[in-house]
């Protein structure tokens, strides 16, 4: 069994930058391909960021690429969203959501319904 806990949410103004962390609890943690997805009020969930296993390989969905950036630590087994350039628009709730690959894969995911296990959310809301 997986488990995910993110943290790092919070509020902050437009233009500011927050960090969220993903700390994964389970065996195998370099096996594992990671992903973020998001959800607004009133919005149906947004599948966001993904990484692979290896960490080496990213995709961002198109209305995040350039402020936002995603990395793993396996020696941590942890997972970061760095957002940099927050917009209102990026108020939500953010998921962490692991799905098992191979070890030190480099194929990505970037579909929600390809993961395994996901997070309780945390909130990030961007005040204008």
């Known amino acids: 069994q997986v488990q995910l806990v993110e943290s790092g949410g919070g509020l902050v103004q437009a233009g500011g930058s927050l960090r969220l962390s993903c700390a994964v609890a389970?065996?195998?943690?370099?096996?594992?391909?990671l992903g973020w997805s998001r959800q607004a009020p009133g919005k149906n969930r947004e599948f966001v960021v993904a990484?692979?296993?290896?960490?080496?390989?990213?995709y961002y969905v198109d209305s995040v690429k350039g402020r936002f950036t995603v990395s793993k630590d396996n020696a941590k087994n942890t997972v970061y969203l760095q957002m940099n350039s927050l917009k209102p628009e990026d108020t939500a709730v953010y998921y962490c959501?692991?799905?098992?690959?191979?070890?030190?894969?480099?194929?990505?995911?970037?579909?929600?319904?390809?993961?395994?296990?996901w997070g309780q959310g945390t909130q990030v809301t961007v005040s204008s």
């Open positions: 959501g692991a799905r098992r690959s191979g070890i030190l894969s480099g194929t990505y995911y970037y579909k929600e319904g390809d993961y395994d296990y």
């Open positions: 389970g065996r195998s943690f370099s096996a594992y391909a």
């Open positions: 990484i692979s296993a290896s960490g080496t390989i990213t």
